[in-house]
């Protein structure tokens, strides 16, 4: 059936460094690929999405990698800053529209 | 612009209660989905409405009920609450299908 495994489900960093999250998903079909944020107490934040006919997709500090081929996407985050730290969700979807999420990865930023 | 609305932010029902919850989507937006969130499940799909018809259902019993109305607000009905059904339920709306969904603050159920 429809999966998305997420890694890692805990990641700390320092601040300044860089933050990687990876999603494989199992659907062939999938053609979409939204990442939201999730702080404490509030609904998830979408932060960045990609399409299949995209190979990857930058917004200042975010960006997002898709491989088809290996059914891999993964979000980057580079400089992060301590406001950073929140749980990050990967989602996958067909033309359902039904959204497919990952288990979420807690991010710590150490300042 | 207002985003999504989920009223009431917090409920707290007794085993074998029914409940409703209301979503009222971002102007605009026709289609509204519903996530249930529990620590140990994550995020699930619980079902999606788009001009008023459910579209897609997700694996979630029969007591798990919804409705969109024509101004495109919609609710989801749970009945028979089991103490299982404690979690905090998530509306996203979108334009469409396959297109950016914004969620709510959500809504925490806890059934005692």
């Known amino acids: 059936g429809e999966n998305v495994e997420q890694h890692p489900s805990t990641l700390s960093v320092q601040e300044g460094d860089s933050a990687v999250i990876k999603c494989t998903y199992s659907d062939s079909a999938s053609n979409y690929f939204p990442w939201y944020k999730q702080e404490l107490g509030k609904g998830p934040q979408l932060i960045i999405d990609i399409r299949s006919n995209v190979g990857e997709k930058k917004d200042q500090r975010i960006a997002v990698t898709l491989n088809k081929t290996a059914k891999h996407f993964s979000l980057h985050i580079t400089e992060t800053q301590p406001e950073d730290s929140a749980v990050y969700f990967c989602a996958a979807s067909t033309n359902t529209g039904k959204l497919i999420f990952g288990q979420g990865t807690t991010l710590q930023v150490k300042p | 612009k207002a985003g999504v609305t989920q009223t009431p932010r917090y409920l707290i029902k007794t085993r074998g209660q029914q409940v409703t919850l209301s979503c009222s989507p971002i102007?605009?937006?026709?289609?509204v989905s519903w996530y249930q969130q529990t620590p140990g499940q994550g995020l699930q799909f619980l079902f999606e409405?788009?001009?008023?018809?459910?579209?897609n259902k997700g694996n979630f019993p029969g007591r798990f009920s919804g409705r969109q109305f024509s101004n495109s607000r919609s609710e989801m009905n749970v009945s028979t609450l089991e103490l299982g059904d404690s979690a905090l339920y998530l509306c996203?709306?979108?334009?469409?299908?396959?297109?950016?969904?914004?969620f709510g603050q959500g809504t925490r159920l806890t059934v005692v």
């Open positions: 102007s605009g937006h026709r289609s």
């Open positions: 996203a709306s979108s334009r469409e299908k396959n297109t950016e969904a914004f």
């Open positions: 409405y788009f001009s008023e018809t459910q579209r």
